[in-house]
């Protein structure tokens, strides 16, 4: 039964206690949990879209940016696409009870390396209320309880959301405890939620540069770092017209707000004038505004100058930055400078180049002839994601179950002692 609860306090509280009954869920009935979810996102859907067209509203009217609001937009459409990412999470492999290594040490003590699941999951996120779902759908199907802090510009929308989903646990049998949502509590939920050391497990920020770096910076329970997408395409010498233009215009337009879309495009110098004016003129037709340095423009009169922020800036919109570089040696240079680590991609016709790059560029996700929007935990088939983390520890890129795990050492003896 629901308990009632006044702090943020109190709520992370029960999620606590609730995520030791979670945890003991077999791999069937947190199938059917999540089946559940799905149906009741489904039945609710009219409620949804209602509460998310009331913070589309108040964004608009608090002049709430263009990207933000295409990552808080939900309608019948998008709803029903939350529910099918929450049955195929249902299907996935449970990612508990694993066997990660198992041994017999010469004592005779029988020794096993299990996955078993962090307990809390956190997260801090704006704008975005399809992370509300996946990220308590990922977090059931690994056996771990959840609390979210989704902001302001989506309160109404994650409030809907969750109490659909709560409602689901309920009918189930299952303790709805194990979903909280303290958007109510403002940022100082936000602050209670990073420093709730002993009742949230691990935290996940999704959202901005600053947002990120604020959690990161402040908390003092463990982050899965994600990261901003200062997200580069390098054209070289033989890169084909053809893959260039449909792989930058797919990277930069398909949905623009995301951070995995393309942000800069590097151009071999000796290629510029082969690939540039028409890549331009595909990116102009599409709506995209073009910030280039002085041999852009002399190719591409209608671009705009860039400046030194336009090189490290994640736009979220239809701008990208361009620029004409020498080789393929100040390409990686100029990446190793204003990367963030996210994704970054190369089209070449040149397998030396191709496979350098793979080799030498450090980020979450290397390309080589693909579009950047391909990271994404759905397209790398882990259903939904965590997030896509740019840190090198635990996780690195799109996470899926697994992220939602750790590990403990299980010992069987047999009466033995330490000599």
């Known amino acids: 039964m629901s308990t009632t609860v006044a702090t943020a306090r109190d709520k992370m509280a029960a999620a606590k206690d609730a995520s030791r009954r979670i945890a003991l869920l077999n791999d069937a009935e947190k199938s059917s949990l999540l089946e559940a979810i799905a149906v009741a996102l489904e039945s609710a859907a009219s409620v949804i879209v209602q509460a998310n067209a009331d913070d589309l509203e108040r ?167 994600t990261g901003a997408g200062v997200v580069h395409i390098v054209l070289d010498e033989t890169a084909p017209l053809e893959w260039s233009r449909e792989i930058v215009v797919n990277a930069k337009v398909q949905r623009p707000s995301v951070c995995n879309a393309v942000e800069t495009v590097l151009v071999v110098r000796s290629a510029a004038e082969r690939l540039l004016p028409d890549v331009a003129a595909a990116l102009t037709e599409s709506g995209v505004t073009i910030h280039g340095d002085e041999s852009v423009r002399s190719l591409v009169p209608g671009a705009q100058p860039a400046t030194e922020d336009d090189w490290g800036h994640e736009y979220l919109s239809l701008d990208i930055a361009v620029r004409v570089v020498d080789d393929l040696d100040a390409a990686l240079a100029h990446i190793r400078h204003y990367s963030t680590k996210h994704t970054e991609s190369i089209i070449t016709r040149d397998a030396v180049n191709a496979e350098r790059f793979l080799a030498e560029v450090d980020a979450a996700v290397v390309m080589a002839n693909a579009s950047t929007r391909f990271t994404d935990g759905g397209e790398f088939g882990f259903g939904a994601e965590v997030g896509i983390s740019t840190q090198k520890l635990h996780a690195r890129g799109p996470m899926g179950l697994s992220a939602l795990t750790s590990t403990k050492w299980l010992a069987r003896g047999d009466g033995q002692t330490r000599a």
């Open 59 to 225: 964004g608009r009217l608090s002049g709430l940016s263009e990207a933000l609001q295409d990552r808080l937009r939900l309608d019948e459409t998008r709803v029903a696409g939350l529910a099918a990412a929450v049955r195929e999470i249902a299907q996935l492999p449970d990612p508990v009870g694993r066997v990660l290594d198992e041994r017999i040490l010469p004592s005779g003590v029988r020794l096993q390396q299990v996955s078993v699941p962090f307990g809390v999951v956190g997260a801090i996120y704006e704008a975005r209320p399809n992370v509300t779902v996946d990220i308590a759908a990922l977090a059931l199907r690994s056996g771990n309880a959840v609390v979210l802090r989704g902001g302001s510009a989506a309160e109404r929308t994650n409030a809907a959301l969750v109490d659909a989903m709560r409602h689901a646990l309920s009918q189930a049998g299952t303790d709805p405890e194990a979903i909280q949502t303290i958007d109510e509590f403002g940022r100082e939920g936000a602050r209670e939620l990073m420093n709730a050391r002993g009742l949230i497990d691990v935290l996940v920020p999704r959202g901005s540069a600053q947002l990120i770096e604020t959690v990161v910076t402040q908390s003092t329970v463990p982050v899965i770092e």
